[in-house]
């Protein structure tokens, strides 16, 4: 199943950010699990393992950038979707252990900057 972003706008709404939320879990799986397999053919010396797994760590890395998901950490499963909130550049922040997307940061703050969301931003919709 093919998940396109909800339009060509290079941001996302709280919505359009949830609605990608199952298929990233099961894409930021599918990478944990290619990553573990990189890291065993490397102990092991299988060059050619080595190589194949890299190729689908690379596809599966493009699949996600490709919807405009930033991948930040693949061992934390932490991404960010670029939104605009409260009239600037900032970005929807969310780990795969997390049930829902909580958080947020402006684009210059990073993840130490993370703030709960609590329904009172103004994020731009892409509506």
Known sequence: MDIQPASDFP?????AARSLLPWLRDKLEELKEVKALIEE??????RSL???YTFKADSIVKEITRKGIVLRDVDLG????PAIINGSPAYLCWRDDEVDIQYWHYADEGYSGRKRLTGKEDILSLT
């Open 41 to 46: 053919s490397i102990e092991l010396g299988r």
């Open 11 to 15: 941001y996302f709404d709280l919505e």
């Open 78 to 81: 932490l991404v960010d979707f």
């Open 50 to 52: 080595i190589s194949t």
